[in-house]
């Protein structure tokens, strides 16, 4: 009898790292969805608190410390495409915390873990954020919310036909 693999949820965190009227988010390209732009974080590891787990994946992916302000948003990723779902069932299914974050300093080391469809890092206008590529789209459509607004809101479920980064 062939053993099937057990997909779990993946409890990810994402932040938002605002300073001086800029983002900081994370420029990515693959062929499914081109180039585009995501939050800078990553997966939570077992017995690792939200708010370390959002330091240590902003330190490897940006080179910069953040202190998470708040819990913005949540929202979950379930992705469609039946490779990944057979291949990385643990990315199929993620559950995303989206915390506004600032810096706790401005000084910035060699980032030592970027995602695989990273290709920089990029300080963005706040006024560019609607004009960009910006996936989640919940977030994109969101965002002005997400930033300015003392609420956490849920963004609801998205069904995705390709996983991004």
């Not at 980032?111 to 994109?140: F, G, H, M, Y």
Request: proline share 5%; glycine share 4%; net charge negative.
């Amino acid at each position: 009898m062939m053993e099937t693999k057990k997909a779990s949820v993946r409890s990810t965190v994402k932040a938002i790292i605002l300073h001086e009227g800029k983002v900081l988010l994370n420029r990515c390209k693959d062929k499914n969805n081109g180039e585009y732009f995501s939050l800078p974080g990553g997966g939570q590891e077992q017995y690792e608190p939200m708010h370390e787990a959002l330091r240590r994946e902003c330190l490897e992916e940006t080179g910069y410390s953040v202190e998470p302000l708040r819990f913005a948003a949540l929202m979950e990723e379930i992705c469609n495409d039946p490779y990944i779902r057979e291949v990385y069932p643990q990315y199929a299914h993620k559950m995303l915390h989206i915390f506004t974050c600032k810096l706790s300093s401005t000084k910035r080391v060699e980032p030592t873990e970027t995602d695989d469809l990273q290709i920089s890092i990029d300080w963005v206008s706040l006024n560019d954020v609607p004009k960009l590529n910006l996936l989640p789209v919940a977030v994109r459509e969101h965002f002005e919310e997400l930033i300015s607004d003392e609420k956490t809101l849920y963004l609801g479920t998205s069904y995705l036909e390709h996983n991004h980064g």
